[in-house]
């Protein structure tokens, strides 16, 4: 048998309600993000490459820190200087 009370009849009204949004970015927005999305996948990349190649040599994997600290020594490297935007 099945006791309704008020506790399982409001629970049973809940709804769910799910909501859906769409982003449609003008020209540059969708350069900036292409960009973007290009600089995590060449500095996933590198960082993969690196990790395989000292596993290869039977060392450890690095730590989250001190991949950080290659993050600045790449961004200074010369092939990957961002080209200077003229307006």
């Known amino acids: ?3 309704l009370d008020r506790a399982n009849i409001i ?3 809940k709804r769910l309600q799910a909501y859906k949004f769409r ?3 003008n020209g540059e927005q ?3 993000m292409r960009r973007i999305a290009g600089t995590c996948r ?3 990349n590198k960082a993969l490459a ?3 190649a000292n ?3 039977g060392q450890k994997f690095v730590k989250h820190f001190d991949m950080c600290k290659w993050l600045t020594v ?3 490297e010369p092939e990957t200087l961002l080209p200077q935007l003229t307006y």
Do not use: S, T, Y
Request: with cysteine.
């Open 30 to 32: 969708q350069r900036a």
């Open 74 to 76: 790449w961004k200074k």
């Open 50 to 52: 690196l990790q395989i």
């Open 23 to 25: 982003i449609e970015p």
């Open 55 to 57: 596993h290869q040599r």
């Open 11 to 13: 629970e049973g009204m």
């Open 1 to 3: 048998m099945i006791c």
């Open 42 to 44: 060449f500095v996933w």
